[in-house]
Structures are given as C-alpha cells and as structure tokens.
C-alpha cells in the first residue's frame, strides 16, 4: 500500500508545533535541563555512554526516533486510513511527545538505570527531547514518501546499524524496558 504524499495543511503543522512545544513546557516544569549541563548545545554526539549522550540535537538514538516515525506512519496508515495525514501526523507527534515525557520521568530514568546499560542515563535534555521529536518527524515524512516496503527495509537496515556500532537499537532498547536480559546487559556493557 503506498502512501499518499503531500504537505499537511498549515492548521496541523501548527498543531504539531504546540503539541512540541507543550511538552517542552512540562518537560521545564518537570526540572529537565534546557540543554546540556555543560552549556553546549552540539549537533552530533558519539559517545554513547558519556554525559552528553541524550543532552545534545542528535546521538545513536536518532534512528530509534526516525522508526518510531516509520512506524506511527504505517499505524496512523492501517488504523485511520480516512483520517487526514496532518491528523496522523499530529497524534504521531502526541505519541513521541508522551514517550519524551514518560522516558523523562524518574520511574523511566531509574528502570533504564536498573535494567539496561545505561548506568548513568540521568534523562534528557529539552533540546535533545525536542530534535527527537524532530527525528520521528523526519521518518514519519519519509515513510510517507516512500512507502511500505523501502521503509521497512531502511529500518532493518538503521537497526543492523546501530546494533554493529553502539550493540543497541530500538529492538533491544524495548526489549530490556519491558524484559530485561542479563546476557544482553553484560554483552553491552562489555563494550
């Protein structure tokens, strides 16, 4: 099934933006920093246990973010098929938007502490969680545009990715939230 493509009427760019921007409200409200603690803001940040990983515009996490738009768009696709995209594409926002929020919440940071092997994952910054906001954007678009098959290939092609350079990806990530694996904790770790 291929996708329609096409600009969303202003009202539901507009939409999006205040949907963002809300949470980036909360997420201040919530005590989150702004941007680094470090004052910097970076575009790319390689490190992935270091202390500006989640703190800067992008890290290895990106991908994570762009799928989670490949897979909002199929969704909004199979589940709303006469809803118009901008209305897709709004309640995709809201859903990366809540996982910010959720993912920023200390019942989330401590979890990633406990079960992961992000040992000292201490949250996002609002910058950071706002660019990946931006990234599932991205995705959700290009899925769009390109349809099915190509975005499902793409995904298993950034997820091959990350898992050969950082050994952790949106599969494992989801895998040791929900059920953590002690020989995937002690395989990352070892890194």
Not at 22 to 41: D, K, S
Not at 162 to 170: A, G, H, R, V
């Amino acid at each position: 099934m291929a996708y329609r493509v096409g600009l969303p009427e202003r009202k539901y760019i507009v939409a999006a933006i205040a949907i963002a921007a809300a949470t980036a409200a909360i997420l201040y409200f919530m005590g989150r920093n702004p941007i680094a603690e470090n004052g910097e803001i970076k575009i790319w940040v390689g490190e992935v246990h270091g202390p500006d990983n989640s703190q800067h515009i992008a890290d290895w996490y990106v991908f994570s973010h762009i799928i989670h738009g490949f897979l909002f768009a199929w969704l909004g696709i199979k589940l709303l098929p006469n809803s118009a995209a901008g209305t897709r594409l709004c309640l995709a926002v809201a859903i990366e938007a809540s996982w910010e929020l959720l993912e920023n919440s200390p019942i989330i940071i401590n979890r990633y502490r406990e079960a992961t092997a992000a040992f000292g994952y201490s949250g996002d910054s609002i910058v950071n969680s706002m660019a990946d906001i931006g990234w599932m954007v991205l995705g959700f678009a290009v899925a769009r545009r390109i349809g099915f098959w190509k975005t499902v290939i793409i995904a298993v092609v950034l997820e091959l990715f990350t898992l050969w350079m950082i050994c952790d990806n949106l599969t494992l990530n989801v895998l040791m939230l929900v059920w953590p694996v002690d020989a995937v904790r002690e395989w990352q770790s070892a890194l």
